[in-house]
């Protein structure tokens, strides 16, 4: 059953339209062609109604209100003409769940109330006097559960619209603060995600003297040239298939190579911090004033794993990751400064500078490089 629902729902629904269309067409003709009341019309005009009725099931989704309130009518019409063969239930259900689902609940009791009403006393008063109630009434509750039933079913297509909306809206989020492989695996209730990478390449960037610039600004001013700037960032960051860590201020952390593990990470981030310096170059602070970055690049190993519940993140720690920031911190304003194993894996497609020997907090004496050019 569930493979058969799962084939359904991948079937187009203009194709779904079209077939429910063609049986509902179909059912008025042989209802009309059929009809066992005596001196029943046929008249060219009640096929053309029927139909009418059948095609507006093309556009329901598009118009739901439109498509029920004209179904109405012209059935309405059809019995003012004397013309038999149509219950109105029949026709009516699939405009009455379509309307409900999108939200014109009001509407589509109104319209079935109408028509159960009229069942009840046109049809038992004036159409079928010389029936026995209980036949006449047996017509009426038979349309009456089906437009029960019919509004029932809308009840469940609008619910069920809704929580995918809402599931969809919730994995947006979920997206805009991890990597679509780990929030897969947070929605499949994974208790401990932690990953452990034996090589990728981490980077930091930081707006030099960004804090005492933006002092004499306005918050307003400060956070557009902010969220211009790293719009910017993810938009290079996605486009060199690269992971956006977090920002912290003016800072922005990147790490490639993970989730999902590439060979060639460290290039993808060569060519991303090139990107971000020229990027950079082409703005400036609240004030107007060129703006200026530190990049810092490391490659190594690291873990990395969600933390937290409430507010959850995915982080990454070990040597790697507080290497590349020092690279960052120790670097020079509008330059890219590496570690000596990034630049190995670099040097034969890159253009460097030797910086030489570098005092670096925690680490000690270490001989770094500057990344100038694209690939050679």
Request: aromatic share 6%.
């Amino acid at each position: 059953m569930s493979s058969l629902v799962l084939r359904l729902q991948r079937v187009p629904r203009a194709v779904i339209d079209a077939g429910l269309a063609v049986g509902l067409a179909v059912a008025i003709t042989i209802a009309i062609g059929v009809s066992p009341e005596p001196g029943a019309r046929h008249d060219p005009a009640a096929y053309v109604l029927g139909w009418t009725i059948a095609a507006l099931v093309l556009v329901r989704r598009r118009w739901p209100l439109a498509v029920l309130l004209a179904s109405a009518i012209i059935l309405q019409l059809y019995y003012e003409l004397d013309y038999p063969g149509i219950y109105p239930a029949v026709p009516l259900s699939i405009a009455l769940a379509t309307a409900w689902a999108a939200g014109h609940r009001l509407w589509s009791l109104l319209v079935a109330g109408l028509f159960v009403a009229a069942g009840v006393g046109v049809g038992y008063q004036a159409l079928a006097p010389n029936q026995p109630a209980l036949q006449v009434l047996g017509d009426v509750t038979r349309d009456l559960v089906l437009f029960a039933a019919v509004l029932l079913l809308g009840e469940a297509v609008r619910t069920r619209r809704a929580l995918q909306r809402e599931k969809e809206r919730s994995e947006r989020l979920l997206l805009n603060v991890l990597p679509a492989p780990i929030a897969t695996r947070l929605e499949e209730q994974e208790d401990v995600i932690a990953d452990a990478f034996p090589e990728v390449t981490v980077l930091f960037a930081d707006l030099v003297d960004f804090t005492r610039r933006s002092q004499r600004s306005s918050p307003q001013q400060v956070v557009q040239v902010l969220d211009e700037l790293f719009t910017a960032f993810d938009r290079l960051t996605r486009r060199h298939g690269l992971e956006k860590i977090k920002t912290i201020g003016g800072a922005y952390m990147v790490a490639g190579g993970l989730p999902e593990p590439r060979p060639d990470h460290a290039q993808a981030m060569a060519d991303l911090a090139l990107a971000m310096r020229m990027e950079v170059a082409r703005r400036g602070d609240p004030n107007g004033r060129p703006l200026q970055v530190r990049i810092g690049i490391d490659t190594g190993p690291v873990v990395a794993g969600v933390i937290g519940t409430d507010k959850f993140s995915y982080d990454l720690w070990g040597d790697t990751v507080n290497t590349a920031s020092r690279m960052e911190s120790t670097g020079v304003a509008g330059c890219i400064q590496v570690t000596d194993r990034a630049y190995r894996r670099l040097r034969d497609g890159y253009q460097f500078e030797r910086r030489g020997v570098v005092a670096v907090k925690g680490k000690g004496e270490m001989v770094t490089w500057f990344l100038v050019g694209g690939t050679q």
